[in-house]
């Protein structure tokens, strides 16, 4: 299934280009947080789309207060994918409209929105909450915000399955595509989880950053010897995919193609990763035998790369599972040394920077990375982008719960 169009609205830049050029240029998209008040958490920042996003431009001041911020962010992101892969909803046929679908993958959809609602109800201000807290709260309602905006006829699904539910939702797009079951799908993520309550969550589980709210920039520091939690983050990156003929039909210019998909359970523990890695590296080897590629083959990875002491080192395990004496030899980047963790959205975002680094022959950093963790020993592109031509790439998730998604990706 191959891609023809892909829509970013990032931390580190809004739009597509914006987004890549300060990707490929090691400029962090994590600041303070000031959307709300931050007194009394131990933690401030985050990885936060910037000014340049305008709401306005994606929800109207009717809809606003009864939508989440993620609907916005989800809507800009597949408007430019659309346009870039030269798909015009407003000039289809009813009948076209049919054969366009939505399959998006979240961790929280509009949670922070739900937070929200509590907050007015239990200060005593009902007469603001939204008549819309149920649809907007249920998390499926998110991939129909985007299908109503386009006017889309298609599948409208969410994917939520943590840390994975992009790179799931891109797998499971791949699969609808190939069973002949619809023509062109929207496929990607977005999460906006920037909420107090949500932070204290996370907080309580000490599994974010707390050292380095004077330094936000230095924050995310995947594979560091002195990483010591996540930074949370909010975006959107969406996908056209579609086969390979059609687009070829209709003239579209191809950024690559998705050749594997793999996904297990560990069935574990509800957070922590077992030791051994043998489950993330089975999802990469089933989406390499899909792919009918061999270790060998892969030119560049797209680690998961959290920034977490458990999660960084066992990745790395589980590369030298997956591929023996060549992981020493594959170049890989983590892109939330850049964004921070945007949590289900964080799959699309990395199979977005595989693509556009296919189509301009160099990889993008990873930043902060001063003095590695001596169990993390692969080559991680520290510090600044290197110039690569590769035909196969692998592009891996963990979550939560167990979880572990791969994706193989082809040079179209």
């Known amino acids: 299934m191959v891609v023809t169009g892909i829509g970013a609205v990032s931390p580190n830049g809004v739009g597509r280009e914006a987004f890549w050029a300060n990707t490929l240029n090691g400029v962090s998209g994590v600041r303070a947080i000031d959307q709300f008040d931050t007194s009394a958490l131990q933690v401030r920042i985050a990885g936060i789309v910037g000014e340049r996003f305008r709401e306005s431009d994606w929800v109207n001041a009717k809809e606003r207060p009864h939508v989440g911020r993620v609907t916005p962010l989800a809507r800009a992101a597949a408007g430019e994918a659309l346009q870039d892969a030269g798909i015009d909803t407003a000039a289809m046929t009813l009948e076209q409209l049919r054969g366009i679908g939505v399959i998006l993958g979240s961790g929280g959809g509009s949670q922070a929105f739900t937070e929200e609602q509590y907050r007015l109800y239990h200060t005593g201000r009902t007469k603001q909450c939204s008549v819309y807290v149920i649809p907007t709260s249920t998390i499926g309602t998110l991939a129909s915000e985007v299908s109503m905006h386009f006017g889309l006829r298609g599948m409208s699904h969410v994917v939520s399955t943590g840390c994975t539910s992009s790179t799931d939702a891109i797998g499971y797009a791949m699969r609808n595509i190939q069973a002949g079951m619809i023509d062109c799908l929207l496929a990607g993520g977005a999460d906006a989880p920037l909420a107090p309550l949500i932070m204290r969550g996370f907080q309580l589980m000490r599994i974010m950053t707390q050292r380095w709210n004077h330094s936000p920039e230095q924050a995310s520091r995947p594979f560091s010897k002195d990483r010591d939690g996540f930074v949370i983050a909010e975006g959107a990156w969406f996908l056209v995919m579609e086969e390979r003929e059609r687009a070829l039909a209709r003239g579209a210019r191809i950024y ?157």
């Open 256 to 412: 690559g193609e998705i050749a594997g998909y793999g996904s297990t359970c560990e069935a574990y523990h509800r957070v922590r990763l077992e030791e051994c890695g043998e489950e993330p590296a089975r999802a990469i080897g089933m989406a390499l035998e899909e792919a009918a590629v061999t270790p060998e083959q892969i030119g560049y990875l797209q680690y998961h790369g959290t920034s977490t002491e458990l999660n960084d080192r066992i990745e790395t395990a589980a590369m030298h599972l997956a591929f023996g004496s060549h992981a020493r030899r594959v170049p890989g980047s983590a892109l939330k040394s850049l964004i921070g963790h945007p949590q289900g959205a964080c799959g699309a975002a990395g199979v977005a920077a595989i693509l556009l680094a296919m189509r301009d022959g160099v990889v993008h950093p990873t930043i902060n990375l001063e003095e590695p963790d001596p169990a993390c020993d692969l080559d991680y592109v520290p510090a600044v982008a290197r110039k690569l031509e590769f035909e196969y790439a692998v592009a891996n998730c963990i979550a939560f719960g167990s979880k572990n998604a791969a994706l193989v990706l082809r040079r179209g």
